[in-house]
């Protein structure tokens, strides 16, 4: 009985051999594949934690010298951000930050190049947006008008529509072209959600070039006439 189980090892040691023989290398650049990947794996995520954490300490750091309003301070740490941490939503955030101290001070063309700089880097849709939707005021606050209605033509996420629209037609209006700022409130105006204060405001803008954009029962429907 002995012999034969030992017989029966053997051929299972032989066959392991054989196997090994054959498949080892293969087995072996698996095996390291995996685990290179594993280690790879942690470490990205413990550099994603890492670069989130220093860029955090620096958009603090961005934060504090906008509340001196130092001009020189301020542009050397956003220029530390953009440099170090240009791709974090940090980075966007400070460029924001940034712009509306530049603007509120009265230094303009800064203003509008931090916007720009979110506008074009920003890896995220929704900063994108912000901050072309602040750039197209400014620029139509300057009569920039063609520039500001060229910010506001590229691809938005779809929440940002109601806003685009009201944007456009105020820059519309600006123009003197009242037709097509109508066309672009009442766009608007469909696209808010209808308790919403802004679209209030759109419907005031409606009413001040004769158009009434609630029908007669809608109208008395919302003020809760019988």
Same mark, same amino acid.
């Given at each position: 009985?002995?012999?034969?189980?030992?017989?029966?090892?053997?051929?299972? *040691?032989?066959?392991?051999?054989? @196997?090994?023989?054959?498949?080892?290398?293969?087995?072996?650049?698996?095996?390291? &594949?995996?685990?290179?990947?594993?280690?790879?794996?942690?470490?990205?995520?413990?550099?994603?934690?890492?670069?989130?954490?220093?860029?955090? &300490?620096?958009?603090?750091?961005?934060? +504090? @010298?906008?509340?001196?309003?130092?001009?020189?301070?301020?542009? +050397?740490?956003?220029?530390?951000?953009?440099?170090?941490?240009?791709?974090?939503?940090?980075?966007?955030?400070?460029?924001?930050? @940034?712009?509306?101290?530049?603007?509120?001070?009265?230094? *303009?063309?800064?203003?509008?190049?931090?916007?720009?700089?979110?506008?074009?880097?920003?890896?995220?849709?929704?900063?994108?947006?912000? &901050? +072309?939707? +602040? *750039?197209?005021?400014?620029l139509a606050g300057g009569k920039a008008y063609d520039l500001a209605l060229k910010q506001l033509d590229g691809p938005f996420p779809v929440q940002f529509d109601a806003l685009v629209a009201d944007r456009k037609g105020d820059i519309l209006m600006l123009e003197g072209k009242k037709e097509l700022a109508r066309a672009e409130y009442e766009k608007a105006y469909r696209t808010f959600e209808p308790r919403t204060e802004y679209r209030r405001l759109?419907?005031?803008?409606?009413?001040?070039?004769?158009?009434?954009?609630?029908?007669? *029962?809608?109208?008395?429907?919302?003020?809760?006439?019988?």
């Amino acid at each position: 009985m002995a012999n034969q189980l030992d017989l029966e090892e053997q051929e299972q *040691l032989d066959q392991i051999k054989h @196997v090994w023989k054959q498949y080892g290398n293969a087995i072996t650049w698996v095996l390291i &594949a995996v685990l290179g990947a594993y280690a790879s794996w942690n470490f990205y995520h413990y550099w994603q934690r890492n670069q989130a954490a220093q860029a955090s &300490a620096m958009y603090d750091e961005v934060e +504090r @010298v906008v509340k001196t309003g130092d001009t020189a301070k301020i542009e +050397r740490a956003f220029a530390d951000m953009k440099d170090k941490f240009a791709a974090t939503a940090y980075g966007q955030q400070a460029g924001l930050l @940034v712009a509306r101290q530049y603007f509120e001070s009265g230094k *303009l063309d800064q203003a509008k190049a931090a916007l720009a700089w979110v506008a074009e880097k920003s890896s995220d849709p929704g900063y994108q947006a912000v &901050a +072309r939707l +602040r *750039l197209a005021a400014m620029l139509a606050g300057g009569k920039a008008y063609d520039l500001a209605l060229k910010q506001l033509d590229g691809p938005f996420p779809v929440q940002f529509d109601a806003l685009v629209a009201d944007r456009k037609g105020d820059i519309l209006m600006l123009e003197g072209k009242k037709e097509l700022a109508r066309a672009e409130y009442e766009k608007a105006y469909r696209t808010f959600e209808p308790r919403t204060e802004y679209r209030r405001l759109v419907e005031v803008k409606l009413n001040a070039l004769g158009v009434d954009p609630q029908p007669p *029962l809608a109208a008395a429907v919302s003020k809760g006439t019988p």
